[in-house]
């Protein structure tokens, strides 16, 4: 395992190598987990995206960027759009995740996996800078527990529903990706989203997961962490009943139902998002999946440029060999 100088009252390793994490299984799902989630996906595959383009932000690495807005389940989202400048060369199309935190700009994510490809990059419920709500807390620790106490009123359900109807509004704004699976990468906050979202909805074909979050709640709820998992376990010791909602919003448990190739990279040392919940993740996935094991996530550390290329790298080839 990984050795990095550091200042946290806790080991970010947790004590585990590679083949102890390759170990950590999903939790059983409660008797209607599918049931709860389709339903879900179906409320949100009836909404109209009615999208909208919105003002020219930028141009560069040979695509234009886009404002955009749509309808989801709890109201408008908005985002951006990624075309390439010849919008008539569109082959692929991607829904793009955030982190926790949101998304104030497209930042580094252009330029995409394959060329041809256009995206669309939403900000999900509660999230700056597009996905804001007065009624939502947008910092990290409130938001996480916006709703927890409900299996039907927690926020990340409503955050999933955000990147389907995404995908709505997507296919919408590009009809040359009718017919066409799309592909979907989320890193942290929003790979937990992609594994929660991914298994119900035949849209996408092949999808990215880094460092993804959600994983193995009663695992997680024993692991101290810097990130919004610790908030989870200050609200769970005073609420522990809190365990049956969690139950359906394990990523780990919906990763079981994942049917389509999966590139996931997991870290081996996370003070944020607990290297043991990633790889129940991975885990639970079934082949065709590929496994790219960063050093670590959420901590700078040399070599992270270097390694974040390879990733890079093998994304594209990923994408490349699972996209039509």
């Not at 700009?105 to 700056?128: E, F, K, N």
């Not at 270097?306 to 594209?316: C, D, I, N, S």
Request: aromatic content about 10%; glycine content about 10%.
């Amino acid at each position: 395992m990984p050795r990095f100088a550091h200042d946290f009252p806790f080991d970010p390793s947790y004590g585990r190598a590679l083949d102890e994490l390759l170990g950590i299984a999903a939790p059983a799902a409660p008797a209607d987990f599918d049931r709860f989630w389709r339903d879900r996906y179906e409320e949100a595959r009836r909404v109209e995206p009615e999208s909208r383009i919105g003002a020219l932000v930028e141009e560069r690495d040979g695509v234009r960027i886009f404002d955009v807005s749509y309808a989801s389940t709890r109201g408008r989202r908005g985002g951006w759009l990624v075309f390439p400048v010849d919008v008539a060369s569109v082959r692929h199309g991607f829904v793009i995740g955030h982190g926790y935190g949101g998304r104030a700009q497209v930042g580094q994510d252009i330029p995409l996996p394959l060329p041809a490809s256009a995206a669309i990059l939403p900000c999900v419920t509660g999230m700056p800078s597009k996905g804001l709500l007065p009624d939502v807390p947008s910092a990290a620790d409130d938001h996480v527990l916006h709703g927890i106490d409900s299996r039907d009123g927690y926020v990340i359900g409503d955050c999933v529903a955000d990147l389907w109807c995404a995908a709505s509004a997507l296919t919408e704004l590009v009809p040359a990706l009718a017919g066409r699976g799309l592909g979907y990468l989320g890193e942290s906050f929003g790979g937990g989203l992609g594994a929660l979202g991914l298994p119900w909805d035949e849209r996408f074909a092949a999808a990215q997961l880094r460092v993804p979050t959600f994983g193995n709640h009663p695992l997680r709820l024993t692991l101290p962490c810097v990130g919004s998992g610790e908030a989870v376990r200050r609200h769970h010791r005073e609420h522990p009943g809190v365990v049956d909602v969690l139950a359906y919003y394990d990523a780990a448990t919906a990763a079981t139902r994942m049917d389509i190739p999966v590139l996931a990279a997991p870290a081996l040392f996370d003070p944020v998002v607990p290297p043991p919940g990633q790889f129940a993740v991975y885990n639970a996935l079934s082949d065709p999946r590929e496994l790219h094991v960063l050093q670590a996530g959420h901590f700078p550390y040399d070599g992270e440029d270097v390694e974040a290329q390879a990733l890079r790298a093998a994304t594209t080839e990923f994408f490349a060999k699972h996209l039509a």
